[in-house]
C-alpha cells in the first residue's frame, strides 16, 4: 500500500533560519510522482513541486530546494532563510500514475505545520 | 484567472440533518476532486470526475454521501443524514488533466455537526 510519513508534526523557527521539512514515502510501484503543497491559514492548498520517481536531481526555486532519494524513499523540502510569510502547513503527497483510473489520486502525509517568527 | 470556489465557507448542522456543498472549478479543468480533511491530517480522495463522470469513488461511503458533476462543471456533494464523525473539511480541487497531480484547491467549506 502506498503511504506517506511526515514525522515533524510542527516545527517552529525563528526568521532567517533554514529549515527542512521530512518526508518518507512507501509505495511498490516504479513509476510515481511525489508532490509537495502548502496550506496557509486561509485553507487553501497551494501546489509547490512535482517530482517523477526516474529523476532524482534536486531542485532549487528561490529559497526553496528538494533533495529525492530513492535509496531513502525520501523527499525533503528546504526553505532557506525562512520568512514570517512561509508560516503554514506543508504537505508532501504521493501519486500512482500507472493505472488509468487510480492516476490522480493524492496520498497526503499528515502535514507538518511550520511556524516561522519575526 | 478566477479559481476554484467553494461554498458556503462554514456550517453548523445538527446530527441528522442533511447538507450540501458546492464547488465551482476553474473554468477549462476537466477533472474535479472532493477531498475530505480531517483536522490535524492530510485530505483524503473521496471523489474524482473526469467531465461528468465519476471514475473514482472508492472512499465515497455511499450510504450517506452523494455527488455529482451536472453538464461537467459544478460540483455538489451532499451529506444526508450528518452525523457527528463529519465534522470537517470538505476540500474541492480542479486539475486540466488527472495525470498531472497539479492540483487547484478551493478555500474548503468547513462543517461542524453538533
Known amino acids: 500500500a502506498q503511504k506517506v510519513t511526515q514525522a515533524q508534526t510542527e516545527i517552529s523557527v525563528v526568521e532567517k533560519e533554514d529549515v527542512t521539512l521530512d518526508c518518507v514515502y512507501e509505495t511498490r510501484d516504479t513509476t510515481y510522482y511525489l508532490f509537495w503543497y502548502k496550506q496557509p491559514p486561509s485553507g487553501e492548498l497551494v501546489f509547490l513541486i512535482r517530482r517523477n520517481s526516474f529523476d532524482e536531481q534536486n531542485e532549487i526555486s528561490g529559497r526553496y530546494s528538494w533533495n529525492f532519494q530513492k535509496s531513502t524513499s525520501s523527499f525533503n523540502f528546504t526553505i532557506t532563510a525562512s520568512q514570517v510569510v512561509d508560516s503554514a502547513v506543508y504537505f508532501c503527497?504521493?501519486?500512482?500514475?500507472?493505472?488509468?483510473?487510480?492516476?490522480?489520486?493524492?496520498?497526503f502525509g499528515q502535514g507538518t505545520e511550520l511556524s516561522v517568527k519575526p | 484567472e478566477a479559481g476554484v470556489v467553494q461554498s458556503p465557507r462554514y456550517k453548523i448542522i445538527e446530527k441528522k440533518q442533511p447538507v450540501a456543498f458546492w464547488c465551482n472549478p476553474i473554468?477549462?479543468?476537466?477533472?474535479l476532486y472532493w477531498y475530505l480533511q480531517n483536522l490535524g491530517q492530510g485530505p483524503e480522495l473521496l471523489i474524482r470526475y473526469e467531465n461528468e463522470e465519476a471514475v473514482d469513488d472508492s472512499q465515497l461511503p455511499k450510504d450517506r454521501f452523494s455527488a455529482e458533476r451536472l453538464k461537467g462543471v459544478d460540483s455538489t456533494l451532499k451529506i444526508q443524514p450528518a452525523e457527528l464523525g463529519d465534522s470537517a473539511v470538505y476540500l474541492c480541487a480542479s486539475s486540466r488533466e488527472w495525470s498531472t497531480g497539479e492540483l487547484f484547491f478551493g478555500e474548503g467549506s468547513r462543517l461542524t455537526v453538533l
Open positions: 473554468s477549462g479543468h476537466n477533472t
Open positions: 503527497a504521493l501519486s500512482d500514475i500507472t493505472i488509468y483510473n487510480q492516476g490522480g489520486k493524492l496520498i
